[in-house]
């Protein structure tokens, strides 16, 4: 007999026995098993995120010239949940009270979110279950001269903070789950 009429017969066969396989489902459970996964299955009910905690930790002042000034500000974020949440991005507002409490002097963000389907490179955050991290930004203020109240209390180390913004999180999987967003005031 002719070799090409055994592939062929091969092939239909692998090409039968893949679509019963694909048609099938995932649904080949043993007997013994069964009742263990549908155990299984009730148990993992979807767990609600706790919130994450932010505190500012520091803002200091690195140095002051006549040009311009240097500050680090740094917050530490905790996570009351146990398993791991992805902090996504931080945005945050800096404002020097007795200059204004209204008017921004600098703000920033840490991290980054997630743009398209895939980010490769991104900036984002991993914090742990029952753990905290800091997160440290350094700004730098140019001295326009108009300014001569604000940078005097810059330059006498004087200056009182209020720094607000939000933090933007998920859970472990930047699939998984939906954005959470927390929003932060505080005054130092």
């Known amino acids: ?27 080949f459970v043993s007997p013994t098993s069964e009742k263990n996964v549908t155990q ?14 932010v505190e500012l930790d520091n803002v200091s002042i690195i140095e002051v010239t006549k040009r311009d000034a240097r500050i680090e500000i740094t917050f530490k974020l905790s996570n ?18 007795g200059y204004s409490n209204d008017k921004q002097i600098s703000g920033g963000q840490i991290g980054s979110r997630p743009e398209g389907m895939v980010e490769f490179g991104s900036d984002y ?18 001295n326009t001269g108009n300014t001569p109240e604000l940078w005097s209390t810059l330059e ?32 130092k």
Do not use: C
């Not at 007999?1 to 692998?14: E, R, T």
């Not at 398993?83 to 404002?95: A, E, G, R, T």
């Open 80 to 97: 009351p949940n146990p398993s791991s949440v992805i902090v996504q991005v931080m945005d945050y507002q800096l404002f020097e009270t």
């Open 1 to 27: 007999m002719n070799s090409k009429i055994f592939v062929f017969v091969a092939v239909i066969g692998l090409a039968a026995a893949l679509g019963v396989i694909l048609l099938s489902g995932s649904s």
């Open 156 to 187: 006498n180390n004087t200056a009182k903070w209020r720094v607000s913004g939000d933090v933007f999180f998920n859970q472990s999987s930047m699939t998984s789950g939906q954005e959470n967003e927390v929003h932060f005031d505080f005054v």
């Open 125 to 142: 955050y991993t914090l742990l279950g029952n753990n905290s991290i800091l997160l440290t930004d350094k700004i730098v203020l140019k």
């Open 40 to 53: 299984e299955t009730s148990q993992k009910v979807p767990q609600k995120v706790q919130p994450i905690s």
